[in-house]
């Protein structure tokens, strides 16, 4: 007995609302369709259909099963699409989203040796600090930093970034460091529209989430323009630990009030496919992730 062939027969009677039409469809004889759903009934053990000299319809169990047995057949159709193209070549077009600095910084090098490896593979690189709807644009990949809501979309975590605040060692050395967050109103401050829209910044005090109303001495409208003015000696600043990594790194700017810290917020790949993912996504998600991982700024 090939339950999965009962299957499709079943669904396809059950969709049509006849067995001639579904004998249509499957290049069946409508007898052969008709002892492929008495066969699949037995089986079971239930009746499937209601059926009268002019319609056929599903009974409740049959309503059950449909949908059941409709996804299986989907997945099975899923896994060996997967299985015949594991050896698949990658190929056409990836689109691919992430925050802008983050797509620059850690992305891009990914995509460039992807690229230089797989030559039948075009890639949309679409990188903007506003959560863009994959489903909706059309997108393959997409980097997400924080926790994510509940979705269709497939999450793989690659890291975690921390919200931080620093400043130029040569403004700390002439400001003073801050000790505690009343300190923050003596220190001029520079804030970001992207992380910060409204004039209070969060920060931790124990286990409690603590707002501290800001009056910024300089707000820009990206994350970049605000690491200027920071290295440059004007303020405080506060963005996400990848931001300013090379930065911190480097020596030119140093953290503050490490104590008040956020809890750490997740790095995720998503990819949109509902199942198993194509070559081109499946061959770019395993190279982006471990990149991602390997990185210390992420780690």
Known sequence: MN????????????????????????????????????????????????????????????????GDAKRILEDVEAASAAASGISEK??????????????????????????????????????????????????????????????NLRALRVGSVRVVLCASPAYLAKHGIPSSLSDLSAHNLISSHTLNPLPEWRFHEGKKSKGVKVAPRLTTATNAAAIEAAKAGLGITRLISYQVAPCLMGGTLQTVLENFEPPSMPVHVLHREERLPTAKVRTFIDMLAADLRADPSLN
């Open 3 to 66: 339950i999965l062939h009962l299957m499709k027969v079943y669904c396809s009677v059950a969709d049509k609302l006849g067995f001639a039409a579904a004998a249509r469809q499957l290049s069946m004889s409508p007898t052969a369709v008709t002892r492929a759903v008495l066969q699949l009934e037995d089986h079971l053990g239930v009746k499937l259909l209601n059926r009268s000299t002019r319609h056929v319809r599903p009974t409740d169990a049959g309503l059950v099963y449909l």
């Open 90 to 151: 990658p190929s056409g077009l990836l689109s691919i989203t992430a925050p802008m600095l983050f797509g620059q910084m850690f992305v891009m090098p990914t995509i460039t040796r992807y690229l230089q490896k797989f030559k039948d593979v075009n890639v949309d690189a679409v990188f903007l600090d506003r959560v863009v709807n994959m489903l909706e644009e059309g997108l393959d990949v997409a980097v997400r930093i924080g926790h994510l809501p509940d979705s």
